[in-house]
C-alpha cells in the first residue's frame, strides 16, 4: 500500500486563501490542501492526496471486515425500479432517490443503498440452511439527492460508502454478525484515530428491528447525541432518561390557588404569552394537538420542553402521528390554534411526567383570545395516560447509572442494523432447513461513510495552520523538506533509504522555505524531515512532529530509527 512519490511531479493543487463556497474547517482544509474538488452542488472530484486517504481508510476497514470473515464484491450502482418496488421502498424513499430513465424508457435509481440488490443475489442463490450465515460488503460511489448538500464531502449528493450485509438463519445468528460488526467498527475508528460515541438510533428509511450509530464528536455535527461518562448513549429521539425531583423552585407558591381567566388578545406563542404574563416558559403547560389513526388527541408538556414523538406514537399505541390542521384543533378544543388547554378539552389527554408536578401553571383556556392562570394538575384536570414524552435534556439522568447525561454534537460516520426480515420477507429471500421447512433469512447492514469519515477525522484533527492527520489515515507518513540546494543528494539519499518502508512525500521542488513549510503544514503530513540551515551546518535533520511541534535534531542514518517508533510504536 506505500506509495511514496515525489512533491515536483505529484499533483497536489494548493492554495493559499481559504475557499469562500467552504464554512467548516474541514471543507476548507480539504480544497485548500489539493484532496478535493467539487463540480456541481454535493458532488466532489478526489485528487491524488484526497484519495489516498479514502483508500487508507478503505484498506483499515477492509482489513477489519476480512477479519470478521466478510467477503468483499462490488454490486451495482444501477438499479431498477422493480426491485425498489418489491422492498416497497420506490415510494418511500422520496425524492433523495435519483432516478433516471434508459433508452427504452424502462425506469432506473442510482443505488443510495443496496439492500434490495444485495437481497436478490441471496434470494436467487441461497437454498438450503447448509449455505449460511455469511456477510458481504462493498466500496462504492453511492448517490443520494440530498435536499441541502453540503460541508463539502460531509454531506455530499454522490459520496463513497462501505456497506455490508449479514445473512443468518436464525435472529440469534444475526445478533451474533450485529456483534461481530459492531466490534470491527470501534477497532475501525478506533484505528481511524477518532473520538467516538456509539448511540441507539432509530431505523429511518432502512427499516428493521434495532440500530446504532456510531457519531464521531464535533462541535459541527449535525446531530445531538445523549453520552454518559458509564458508556450509555442514544440519539435524542431514543435516548430514555429519568427526572432529577426538583424543589418547588418553579412554583409560584406552594398553595394552589383557583383558576383565573386571563384575556390574551392575538398572543398564541409561548413567546409571546411568557413576555406579555412575565413568566418563565417553565411555568406553562404546552398544548400540543395531534391526529392519529385513533384519532385526535392532546400532548402536554411544560413550555421549555420539546416533544419526542417517537414516545407519545408509543404511549398512544399509534403508528402515524401529525399535527391536528387548524380545523381539527378547533374541533377538539372549541378555539382557534394558540389558545389550546387541558381544561374541558374533548379529547384524551397524554401528559408528560413533569407536567403532573406543576402548580399554578399557565395554559390556552380553550376560548380565542384567553388563557388560564392558577392551572393545578390533579385538581383541575386528570389526564388518561401521563409518563415520558419530552425529548432528553441535559442534566437528565441516565437510564443506566442515574449520573448527569450530557449532551454532545456528532457526525455520523457508520451506522448498523438488524434487520430481520425487513427485505427477506417481501423479496422472499429464504431457505429450507433440516426438516425441509421454508424459512426466511434473517438479516442485519451495516454502513460506513467513508469519505464522511476522512473529513470528521479533519474535524477533530486540525489548527490554524491545516490539517494533523492522525497517522494511519494521514496521505503520507512523512515529508522530506529540501530546502538547501546543496542538499539534493542527502535527501535523494533519504528518500531511497525510506520509500520502501514508509509513505514518503520529497518536496523537491523549486519553491521558495516559506511555501514549502507551509504546504507541509497545511497537508497535515505527521512527520517533517528538514534538510536546511542546521544540515549544511553539522549534517543534522532538523524532524518536526506535526501534532505536537516537537523538533529533534538528527543525523540520517537516526532517522529510521525514529520513524519506527513514532509510525510504527516500536
Ligand atoms: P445522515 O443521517 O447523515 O443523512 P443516514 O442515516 O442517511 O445519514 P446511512 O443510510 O446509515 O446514513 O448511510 C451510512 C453512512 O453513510 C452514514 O453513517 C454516513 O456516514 C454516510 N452518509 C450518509 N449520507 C451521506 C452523505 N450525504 N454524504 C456523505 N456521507 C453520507
Ligand atoms: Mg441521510
Redesign the pocket.
Known sequence: MRDSRRFSSYFIPTLKEDPREAEIPSHKLMIRAGMIRRLAS?VYEFLPLGWKVVRKIEAIIREELNAIGAQEIIMSALQPKELWEESGRWELYGPELMRLKDRGGREFCLG??HEEVVTRIVAENIKSYRQLPFSLYQFQM?F?D?IR?RFG?????E?Y?K?SYSFDLTEEGCRNSYDKHYEAYKKIFTRCGLDYAIVEADT???GGEYSH??MVLSSIG??AVVVCSCGYGANTEMASYSIVEKSSDLEESSEEKEPVEVNTPGLSSIEEITGFMKMPAERFIKTLIYKTEKGLIAALIRGDAELNERLLKAAVGVEDLTMASPEEIQEATGAPLGFSGPLGIKVPIYADTEILSMKNAVSGANIKDYHLKNINPGRDFTPEWSGNLRLVRAGDLCPECSSELKILRG?????T?LLGNRYSAPMQANYTDEKGDEKEIVMGCY???V???AAAAIEQHHDEYGIIWPTAIAPFEAVIIQIADDAESAAAGLYADLKEEYDILWDDRKESPGVKFKDAQLIGIPVQMILGKQFLKDGRVEVVFRSTGEKQYLLPEEIAGILKKHLRGK
Do not use: Q, Y
Open positions: 454535493g443510495p443503498t453511492k443520494r440530498e448538500p464531502i460531509m454531506r455530499a449528493r459520496f460508502m456497506d429511518g428509511n432502512i450509530e456510531f449535525e446531530e457526525i455520523e460516520v457508520g451506522h442494523f454502513g460506513i461513510g469519505s464522511r469519515l
